[in-house]
């Protein structure tokens, strides 16, 4: 673990702790991975394998998130393309219904919450200025907010197409923000912790297990302005 100024434990005065929601709040890949675990069983191509399919599926991935953003219906997109690519045809008409089934997957009343998140938000809330930071389709992220229960804590719920070191300096200029004094708390590098600091802003680092591959990303182990964290619980910490 390292930390930002004040030593392990110190607790900074009120800052501004901007949170990523997706797999940093709540799990969210995990479901996705379920799917394409089923996905791989039912495709069952002969010569590819499962791990072959499973790079056909990341490419396609790659290739519509810059197109088409993200979410569940993107993702539907994806496994019907990549059932086109490996079985060199159309998808037919059952296999579309097959793969629509699965949006049933990602239909949820409520939210399954990352260990300690809704203590650790209850508390920081209390010494802190709380902004929550999503990218995705809009409607699925505010349809994934409103089954967290956890809206109340945030003075603001931003949800964006994309994150990169435009958006985070938008959000600085939109909320009046002093980014020595801001921290994007996330899960993903490529999303959460680089593009943040390129913008200038603090960020604390809590890897989880189930990250989406295209979000993964190597960190400067040298930088000083990245708390790594283990859990989310440990925030309590350090804010």
Request: proline share 4%; charged share 25%; net charge negative.
């Amino acid at each position: 673990m390292s930390a930002v100024g004040g030593g392990p434990g110190t607790r900074r005065a009120r800052q501004v702790l901007v949170f990523d929601a997706d797999d940093t709040l709540w799990e969210n890949n995990v479901i996705f991975e379920r799917v394409i675990d089923e996905f791989l069983t039912w495709l069952d191509h002969p010569e590819l394998g499962r791990d072959g399919v499973r790079a056909v599926l990341d490419e396609i991935e790659a290739a519509n998130a810059v197109v088409h953003g993200y979410g569940s219906k993107v993702f539907l997109r994806s496994l019907g393309e990549c059932v086109r690519r490996v079985r060199l045809r159309e998808a037919g008409a059952a296999e579309l219904a097959r793969i629509a089934g699965w949006a049933r997957a990602f239909e949820a009343d409520e939210m399954e919450l990352i260990p300690g998140v809704a203590e650790t938000l209850t508390d920081l809330a209390g010494r802190h200025e709380l902004l929550m930071l999503t990218k995705g389709d809009a409607a699925e992220q505010r349809a994934k907010v409103e089954a967290s229960r956890l809206a109340h804590h945030f003075r603001g719920v931003h949800i964006v197409p994309e994150k990169n070191a435009g958006t985070y300096q938008d959000l600085v200029r939109t909320c009046a923000l002093t980014p020595s004094d801001t921290w994007m708390i996330g899960n993903s590098p490529k999303s959460d912790i680089l593009p943040a600091r390129e913008a200038g802003l603090n960020a604390v680092f809590i890897p989880n297990d189930n990250t989406w591959v295209l979000e993964h990303s190597d960190l400067d182990p040298a930088d000083d302005k990245v708390l790594h964290l283990e859990t989310f619980a440990e925030l309590l910490r350090h804010f």
